[in-house]
Every structure is written in structure tokens, then in C-alpha cells.
């Protein structure tokens, strides 16, 4: 799974596409990330201790990781991600729209310096 914590990502199906938010979490078991602002129900809520007024609470559901694209920084549109090795064997993530780096995924490995 290519998609982090942090990313800026674009829905692209489902009740909310258009939308864009940042990854809050990712559960790699489910295939799932929880965007900021995507996918609100209420949750309705009994009163306790932790909650004295009870109600209704508005949160965020997890939504399919297959339905978010990750917008690229330099150009501002949903891309897709690759992976490509740097001259020094670092690891990095890249938008394939404009070639942008992502970040790095792994330190320097002599094995695949070039």
C-alpha cells in the first residue's frame, strides 16, 4: 500500500467523490484509510462518564483505499504512485502525472545504487 498518513488525497468514488482531505489512518488488514472529512455518519451515543450529555456524535468512516488517488504536489490533480530507486539506492515514492517525488520509503541500499 502506497498511500500514508498525511497524504492529500482525492475521492474518486462513492457518496463523496470530488472531495479532497488528508489521510488521518491507514489499516493495511482491511484495506482502508480514514480521510479527514470523507465518509461522516452520526454515531449515536448513551450517557456515561466519558460522555455525561450523551447524543449524537458526527465521525469519520474508513473508506476503501481503492477509491482515494493521491494528489500530486506540484500539480494539484489525482495521480497515481510509483516507486523508482535513486542514484545513492534510496527508495522513493513519485506521482506518475508529473514525476514529483513523494517522499523516500526506504534509507540507501548499496544493492541498487547505480
Do not use: F
Not at 3 to 24: E, R, S
Not at 45 to 64: H, T
Not at 77 to 95: H, Q
Amino acid at each position: 500500500m502506497l498511500i500514508k498518513v498525511d497524504d492529500n488525497v482525492k475521492v474518486i468514488a462513492g457518496a463523496d467523490k470530488g472531495t479532497t482531505g488528508k489521510v488521518l489512518k491507514v489499516d493495511h488488514k482491511k484495506n482502508k484509510v480514514l480521510v479527514e472529512g470523507v465518509a461522516r455518519v452520526w454515531k449515536h451515543v448513551r450517557k456515561s462518564q466519558k460522555n455525561p450529555q450523551g447524543g449524537r456524535l458526527n465521525k469519520e468512516m474508513p473508506i476503501a483505499i481503492s477509491n482515494v488517488m493521491i494528489v500530486c504536489p506540484q500539480t494539484g490533480k489525482p495521480s497515481r504512485i510509483g516507486v523508482r530507486y535513486l542514484k545513492d539506492g534510496t527508495k522513493e515514492r513519485y506521482a506518475k502525472v508529473s514525476g514529483a517525488s513523494l517522499g523516500a520509503m526506504s534509507p540507501p541500499r548499496p544493492a541498487y545504487a547505480s
